[in-house]
């Protein structure tokens, strides 16, 4: 099961309205998700929970640079974590992209987020599928690859989407085939 770090911990909590009763809550309850407001240590791009998994492992398996991620498995939402006042560098890396973006819900100034525990177990509600370690680096690059793959994650999905409808069964599979000729 994948768990903050307690630097981590000292980083998500300092966005916290009271960082030390944060930490408290963690302390008595390491399970326990916590609501923190947005734009103060971190901005958050969430994503439908399909297109979210997408993304994260395109993500992952390329090697692009991206932040803390976590899932929240009842509403089916995953979010990315970015720096604060990432929003302008992302719409700009997005539009450049395509001009239909997928739906995203961008959380900065005004919004708040709730975080998995520092340990969250398996089947708990809000889970990290990767938490913070540290406080992440400035990365300009972070923006551009989260455009990046959500476009191309958003693409790949309807494709297979298009798949599924086009070939419900085997048999129109191989109907769809050319017919044989002799040659």
């Known amino acids: 099961m994948h768990r903050m770090t307690r630097r981590g911990m000292e980083w998500l909590s300092a966005a916290a309205d009271n960082p030390v009763e ?33 993304m994260y492992d395109r993500l992952l398996r390329s ?4 932040g803390p991620t976590a899932v929240d498995r009842k509403a089916q939402r995953v979010g990315f974590f970015l720096n604060s006042q990432s929003r302008e560098a992302f719409t700009h890396y997005l539009q450049r992209e395509t001009s239909a973006p997928p739906k995203y819900r961008y959380l900065d100034k005004g919004s708040a987020v709730v975080v998995p525990g ?4 398996f089947d708990d509600r809000y889970q990290w ?14 923006p551009v690859a989260l455009a990046t793959a959500l ?15 086009q070939y419900p069964t085997p048999y129109a599979a191989v109907a769809a085939l ?5 040659h």
């Open 22 to 54: 944060c930490q408290q809550i963690w302390a008595d309850d390491p399970r326990m998700p916590v609501l923190l407001p947005t734009g103060r240590l971190f901005d958050v791009l969430s994503v439908d929970q399909r297109l979210g998994l997408e």
């Open 63 to 66: 090697g692009m640079p991206f």
């Open 118 to 121: 520092a340990i969250p177990l």
């Open 129 to 142: 599928l990767r938490p913070p370690t540290r406080r992440p680096e400035a990365n300009p690059l972070r």
């Open 151 to 165: 476009v191309a994650s958003a693409e790949l999905l309807a494709r297979i989407d298009r798949f599924d409808e």
């Open 178 to 182: 050319p017919e044989e000729s002799d």
